[in-house]
């Protein structure tokens, strides 16, 4: 039992289930759109594996620095598993479009400015007044939506920008809660959502965008039928987990229900296909 809770809070503190999240939300983009491949959502895997662990390493906030001494007990394996997931992230970079790597520039460079100070005022993009979660999203939609179609020589056509759309806000209103729990940490010059609205009216937004999520799949021509109940009972299941989310939840409550389900939405979309 205590090897079972050991290997659990490995599994989240080491952000390896967000990377899974990550991998199926590339995979979902890649089954509506008919295309059988794994190259994109594998390094969309690594490649979050890498990004979030450099994040937490640059160790700028106290949400951080409250991983410092569990990160200190496990630096080995931490060390061999990003070190591996860079050769691995090598290897599939190679097999990329040259297109799709130029779409990856901007994210990558948000990832390292998002936390990596670029003003004579010492201020990084995490900083800068409601950012926060617009980058996080805009990045999480680019990456899983536009940058497999892409590598894929896939047109952007409006059937794309629409699950561009459905995705953003999709994943806008399930990063809520995270800014929810930050409301500790944050500092009031972040002007996160929940900061500027409170936390009541954060939910209620997150709750219009996740209804607008669900009706989205009406208007995509590449959604097959069954996804469709895939998509609402995904939004169903959002909805409670957004509308529960306080303060003082646990911190699996985000790190691993709210993180689960783009893991659920994925196997569900294979369930109904």
Not at 4 to 30: D, G, M, P, Q, W
Not at 84 to 91: H, P, R
Not at 214 to 242: G, H, M, Q, R, W
Request: glycine fraction near 2%; aromatic fraction near 18%; proline fraction near 4%.
């Amino acid at each position: 039992m205590i090897f079972l809770k050991r290997f659990f809070e490995f599994y989240i503190n080491s952000y390896i289930h967000v990377s899974v999240a990550a991998f199926c939300l590339t995979k979902i983009t890649l089954i509506e759109f008919g295309i059988q491949e794994n190259t994109t959502p594998l390094f969309a895997l690594f490649a979050t594996f890498i990004s979030y662990n450099f994040i937490r390493y640059y160790d700028v906030s106290k949400i951080y620095i409250t991983f410092a001494g569990w990160a200190k007990v496990h630096k080995i394996e931490l060390f061999l598993l990003n070190l591996v997931s860079l050769i691995f992230l090598t290897v599939l970079t190679l097999k990329l479009r040259t297109e799709a790597l130029f779409l990856l520039i901007p994210f990558t460079l948000a990832t390292i400015f998002y936390v990596v100070p670029f003003t004579p005022q010492n201020k990084n993009l995490r900083d800068i007044s409601g950012l926060k979660l617009i980058l996080i999203t805009i990045s999480w939609a680019g990456v899983t939506v536009l940058f497999p179609l892409i590598n894929n020589d896939y047109l952007l056509t409006k059937d794309v920008w629409v699950t561009f759309f459905q995705r953003f806000i999709f994943l806008f209103a399930v990063t809520i809660p995270f800014d929810i729990r930050d409301l500790k940490h944050d500092t009031p010059e972040m002007k996160t959502i929940p900061q500027i609205i409170g936390v009541k009216k954060s939910k209620l937004l997150g709750s219009i965008l996740l209804l607008i999520f669900s009706l989205l799949d009406f208007f995509s021509p590449s959604v097959f039928e069954n996804s469709i109940i895939a998509t609402a009972l995904i939004t169903i299941l959002s909805l409670i987990l957004l509308n529960l989310a306080t303060e003082n939840r646990s911190k699996y409550y985000t790190s691993f229900w709210m993180e689960s389900l783009p893991i659920l939405w994925f196997f569900l979309i294979v369930f109904f296909k």
